[in-house]
């Protein structure tokens, strides 16, 4: 229910206020579902998949029908396998063959797991999983080839890793364990989920041809979840933190929560940081291949609530002490501006990595590589959504010759005008000068021209008498004229 | 088009070997193409010189036609890169000298003597006029020079890019192409890092102005002597395959390239980074942040007040301008043409060149102590 401290928080956040409002009030699933139709089966399965993640069920329900089933299912039998390998109290011979074999069991009608300890929360989704290995029957083939290829090769990665006791001692040793570690627990599943897009004619194929860029996609959100665990692992005693990373900075894992290597912990989450957004370029990359827009928005939205958390988590301290969580309004923008178009998503990496980049400490070991990781991705939605285009050609001159032409061209511009502007002169003067002699000739009387013309800018100025005067002058004139 | 490691390059010559990039290209092919035979031709060769049994030092003067013609007749090179530039505060008179007529002496002793590949070091500013920002700018900017172009250094450098560039393919066997980097530095350069160095020394760290929202291109020196010696090569390998010529697409020859470190940084992160290298240790809270604007009017004033008392200006608009500017560049076509990416990724490059500085210093200081 809401709280009162959450009531004054969004009294003073009232942006974040109208974020939520507009998401409930606005946002129309791409695809609507009749809920009736659903099988009993299925309606279970739904229900697991809204128990065991209320965040991802949201953007699943709304996924195209034709892959809405398929990822449910891939998910909820990832869910199962992953619930095998966390639980500790299942003894190592008896998780091993159940992680190696996952993918076969997913073809044994009425197959369930009832050994999970009690303490486990998903323990609920093997005690019935018959109804997901029920339900996995009626998908198309090609769909289940592809998710029982991924369970083979994810949960042959978690036996290896549960075999490893090194690894269960000490944690993840080298950058290159931690970034094997979240292929297999999510680097897999981006290619799995690529795969069915592909096949369902959703996706660009070309995205099968990079696959560096599914793997960043898992990447990106394994890393960010890793890191921003660091607290809540540590509790349940796991570490996922590489030891390459944090032994820079202390000496024994425990020393990054005491108090006074404040700094140093800080430096460390820098880098955890900084190996995540390496991956951020690549995710957009990834999400301008989707055709679609509730596939689009199934893959944006968690990218764009990783960016944002990694902003919250970093030159954070709080992470080493508690969970730190992004509000509930901005997760409504993020949702609102990542349902639209991948243009809105690059703007929305842009303004958390300058975010980030505001916060960026000089004096961090990894300042600049963050910086330049920042300005990459600035860089690669420039280079997609330029803002700038190459600059009408002002015809600079470009070699010397060019330069006197021009400028020869400017100068005999200049002298053409004025010869222009002679000429026109001389030839009204010429006209001008003709006619006058023709009028001469024919018996003109300029001097009476004169005369009126002088009088009538006198009268006009007021110098001279008007009328009688004039009349009279001019009969001066006359009668002059014919002596 | 990956070069293997001992490829040599034949007979080279480095014209301004003896400068900061021109020397940096020296150690590079000492020590990626050591068969390669390197004659560097200089004004003055007495400073910069390298121990290498391959490599030569001739003083020359490349506005003497005769003398170049000379010169490249008796060591008949099958490449040449042009370095040679005067300090860009010379007066205009010298630029069209060095740049325009030195560039064309040595592209008619070049063609004279039967050289094969030609590659001119040209300059980023090219296409940049000092008001309009770049944003991702990519060969297709047009030039801007002339009337539109602030720095004459940079208009000259821009005639003789089109010199260098128009003369591709006359005759049929030399290939030219230009390189234009944007912002380099490192051991040895005279411009970026001494000023940055000393600003943080006259404790100027304090202030920032702007946003710092403007991403900026510096180059490391080496990354620019890579670019120009993938250059020669794929000159060198165009002119294998005479008189096929390469479609538009992988063209080399004639052709000009943008070449840095691919990791535009925000003005001020790059000022930060070298004075953290250099020493400072100033918390990021302590910073102040001067707005534009309110930087530019003072700028303004005191340039007028220091223009009174007849000295510089401790703050300008020009430098003001500079540091609140977008101005990066796309290098996607060295990197398409050339198979170009950076080796020395930017923090190491800053890390190298401020310590250089630091050495530098610190053997001045010896000397004097002495």
């Known amino acids: 229910m809401v709280s009162p401290k959450s009531i004054a928080y969004y009294v003073f956040h009232p942006n974040e206020l109208r974020s939520i409002i507009q998401w409930k009030v606005w946002h129309n699933p791409v695809h609507e579902r009749d809920e009736a139709k659903d099988s009993e089966n299925l309606k279970r399965c739904f229900h697991f998949l809204n128990l065991t993640s ?82 996995f029957k009626h998908i198309k083939p090609a769909y289940r080839e592809i998710i029982k290829d991924i369970t083979k090769r994810m949960g042959n990665g978690m036996a290896d890793y549960a075999n490893n006791a090194e690894h269960n001692l000490v944690g993840v040793d080298t950058i290159r364990d931690y970034e094997l570690y979240c292929h297999y627990v999510a680097g897999l599943v981006g290619e799995g989920l690529t795969r069915l897009f592909v096949e369902a004619g959703l996706a660009n194929t ?45 000496d024994t894992f425990e020393d990054l929560f005491k108090p006074e290597n404040k700094q140093k912990a800080l430096d460390c989450s820098s880098e955890m ?31 764009t609530m990783a960016i944002a958390t990694l902003n919250a988590c970093f030159q954070n301290y709080d992470i080493f002490e508690k969970n730190v969580k992004i509000t509930k309004g901005e997760a409504c923008q993020l949702m609102v501006e990542s349902s639209q178009n991948l243009q809105l998503v690059c703007e929305v990496f842009k303004r958390y990595a300058r975010k980030i980049a ?125 002596l | 088009m990956s070069a293997s490691k001992f490829q040599t390059l034949g007979t080279v010559v480095v014209v301004g070997g003896c400068g900061f990039l021109g020397n940096h290209i020296v150690s590079y092919i000492v020590k990626r193409h050591p068969q390669t035979q390197i004659a560097v031709l200089d004004l003055r060769t007495n400073s910069n010189r390298h121990t290498s049994s391959t490599v030569s030092y001739h003083d020359g003067d490349i506005t003497d036609l005769a003398a170049m013609q000379k010169f490249f007749a008796q060591i008949k090179p099958d490449a040449v890169i042009h370095t040679a530039s005067p300090h860009f505060n010379l007066p205009p008179a010298i630029h069209d000298k060095v740049n325009v007529e030195g560039t064309k002496n040595l592209l008619k002793a070049s063609q004279d003597a039967g050289v094969k590949a030609f590659v001119y070091t040209s300059s980023a ?73 000393t600003a943080y020394k006259d404790g100027k760290t304090k202030y920032q102005v702007g946003d710092n929202d403007n991403l900026f291109d510096f180059t490391y020196v080496e990354n620019v002597a890579h670019g120009h010696v993938l250059a020669v090569l794929a000159l060198l390998s165009t002119h294998k395959f005479l008189p096929t010529v390469p479609i538009d697409t992988e063209r080399v020859d004639g052709e000009a390239f943008f070449i840095t470190n691919g990791e535009p940084v925000y003005f001020w992160d790059f000022a930060r980074a070298v004075w953290h290298e250099a020493g400072d240790r100033l918390p990021l809270k302590s910073v102040w942040h001067l707005d534009t604007g309110f930087a530019s009017m003072v700028g303004f004033f005191s340039e007028w007040a220091m223009w009174l008392v007849g000295k510089t200006p401790n703050l300008t608009r020009a430098q003001v301008r500079y540091s609140t500017l977008k101005k990066y560049h796309s290098i996607a076509k060295a990197r398409n043409r050339l198979g170009y990416q950076p080796i020395v990724s930017l923090d190491e490059g800053v890390r190298r060149g401020v310590r250089y500085i630091i050495e530098q210093d610190e053997k001045a200081g010896q000397k004097k102590g002495q």
Not at chain 1, 273 to 296: H, K, M, N, P, W
Not at chain 2, 133 to 150: F, I, M, S, Y
Not at chain 2, 183 to 194: A, K, R, T
């Open chain 1, 54 to 135: 209320r965040s991802f069920a949201a953007v699943i329900m709304e996924l195209h029908p034709e892959l809405l089933v398929p990822v449910t299912l891939f998910y909820l039998i990832l869910r199962g396998l992953d619930t095998v390998e966390d639980d500790m109290t299942i003894p190592l011979e008896k998780k091993e063959p159940i992680l190696r074999n996952f993918q076969d069991i997913l073809e044994k009608d009425g197959w369930t797991f009832t050994e999970n300890g009690p303490n486990e929360k998903d323990r609920q989704l093997l005690v019935e999983f018959n109804v997901v290995i029920e339900e």
């Open chain 1, 206 to 250: 070309a995205l099968l041809k990079k696959p560096e860029l599914m793997e960043s996609m898992g990447q990106f959100l394994q890393q960010v979840n890793i890191t921003r665990d660091i607290k809540e692992d540590l509790d349940d005693k796991r570490r996922f933190w590489p030891k390459e990373i944090w032994s820079k900075h202390v």
């Open chain 1, 273 to 303: 940081i900084y190996t995540a957004l390496t991956r951020a370029d690549d995710c957009l990359y990834y999400l301008a291949g989707l055709r679609e827009q509730s596939v689009f928005n199934f893959c944006a939205i968690p990218q």
């Open chain 1, 358 to 482: 505001k916060k960026n400490n000089p004096h961090d070991p990894n300042f600049l590589k963050i910086s330049i990781t920042i300005g990459r991705i600035e860089q690669f939605t420039e280079s997609i959504f330029p803002s700038q285009k190459p600059p009408v050609d002002q015809k600079s001159p470009a070699s010397v010759e060019e330069a006197e032409k021009a400028k020869k061209q400017a100068y005999e511009d200049r002298w053409d005008l004025i010869y222009m502007t002679a000429a026109v002169i001389l030839t009204v003067l010429i006209i001008t000068g003709c006619m006058i002699f023709v009028a001469y000739l024919a018996g003109a009387r300029f001097d009476i021209a004169y005369y009126e013309l002088k009088q009538q800018v006198g009268e006009l100025l007021g110098w001279i008498e008007p009328k009688a005067k004039a009349v009279e002058a001019v009969k001066v004139v006359t009668e002059k004229s014919e």
């Open chain 2, 125 to 197: 500013s090219v296409i940049f006029g000092g008001a309009a920002e770049l944003v991702n700018a990519d060969e297709k900017w047009p030039l801007v020079t002339g009337d539109a172009q602030p720095e004459y250094y940079t208009t000259t450098k821009a005639y003789a890019e089109t010199y260098v560039l128009e003369a591709n393919r006359k005759p049929e066997g030399f290939l030219t192409c230009a390189i234009r980097p944007a912002g380099i530095f490192g051991e040895g350069d005279v411009q970026l890092l001494p000023k940055m160095v």
